[in-house]
């Protein structure tokens, strides 16, 4: 069995299938291979970390899972990081227990921050080629980070400042994004920014032509804005099929059906949003995105917004 396959199969195939190809070939365990769903090369016990699979994850530690990973190919994710990440307090406990060392990143986004201040800011690059403050999650911890030389403003391989990634955090990020703008006065938020907050006032402050950059119009679907989302096709023109420029050129009903976000799904829908359009990475329309969604991350939202865009 290649790599490529057994990623697969932690993703999505049964414990005792998984179990077999091991006692097959015991190398799989710690083997890097394509992520079945998007890019990088992640180990097995990356898979099971972001799929939620329990019996898998214990079953991949006992069969002697790296539990630091190798990490490398998978722009520095370790899987402590994906188990804090993803709110996972037992699994990150396990590993733990295993072994898996505390490093910046992992002290970081536990909002550690005694572990944090015993951290080296330069003992390797960022996770995702960005800042290091796009994963405080404490305002000492950012404060830290920039006595350190940290920049507020580098952008990572996704295209996120750390503004960004705080604004993705939704409440949990609100007093780090009040916390860093206090900190630096020069920094000023984005048209997109404005959007993912959902601030509908800032943005009718700003001109036309700032509005139709695609970046506004994702940022608003990606906070499920539903009324923004319509206030920026409607009455601004923004282009309800514009194509994201980076990541899978996808549509906006891709990004809301990813969500399992219905409303937006419907409002797009309404004033329209070509459901059988296919992004350019994978070649799949919104419905296989929320079939996709589904089957990785779980969320049951997806299911109403797959029934949806399947009539």
Not at 13 to 28: I, K, M, S, Y
Not at 74 to 79: E, L, T
Not at 112 to 117: G, L, Q, R
């Amino acid at each position: 069995m290649t790599p490529a396959a057994f990623l697969r199969l932690v993703a999505s195939g049964t414990r005792e299938a998984v179990a077999h190809a091991l006692a097959q070939q015991p190398d799989l365990v710690n083997a890097n291979g394509p992520h079945p769903f998007w890019g990088g090369q992640p180990q097995p016990l990356h898979i099971a970390i972001e799929n939620r699979r329990d019996d898998i994850f214990q079953l991949l530690l006992d069969a002697g899972a790296d539990p630091a990973g190798r990490n490398g190919d998978y722009d520095s994710w370790s899987p402590l990081m994906l188990a804090l990440q993803r709110n996972r307090p037992d699994y990150a406990a396990e590993l733990q227990r295993r072994g898996a060392p505390v490093r910046l990143a992992e002290a970081l986004l536990a909002g550690d921050n005694e572990a944090t201040a015993a951290a080296s800011l330069n003992a390797e690059p960022a996770p995702n080629n960005g800042s290091w403050l796009n994963f405080a999650r404490t305002t000492q911890a950012i404060d830290m980070l920039l006595a350190a030389g940290a920049s507020a403003e580098t952008k990572d391989k996704w295209g996120l400042a750390p503004a960004d990634a705080f604004i993705a955090l939704g409440s949990a990020g609100a007093q780090l994004l009040s916390h860093l703008v206090a900190k630096i006065p020069s920094l000023t938020l984005t048209p997109a920014q404005y959007a993912r907050l959902g601030d509908l006032q800032a943005l009718k402050n700003l001109p036309n032509d700032r509005l139709r950059d695609p970046a506004v119009i994702y940022a608003a679907t990606e906070g499920r804005h539903r009324e923004l989302v319509r206030w920026l096709i409607a009455e601004q023109g923004a282009d309800p099929n514009i194509r994201r420029a980076d990541k899978s050129q996808q549509t906006p009903l891709h990004e809301a059906a990813w969500n399992g976000d219905l409303d937006t799904v419907e409002t797009l829908l309404d004033l329209g949003a070509g459901p059988a359009l296919k992004d350019f990475e994978h070649d799949a329309t919104p419905l296989e995105w929320a079939e996709t969604a589904i089957r990785f991350t779980g969320n049951a939202a997806c299911r109403a917004v797959a029934d949806r865009l399947r009539s």
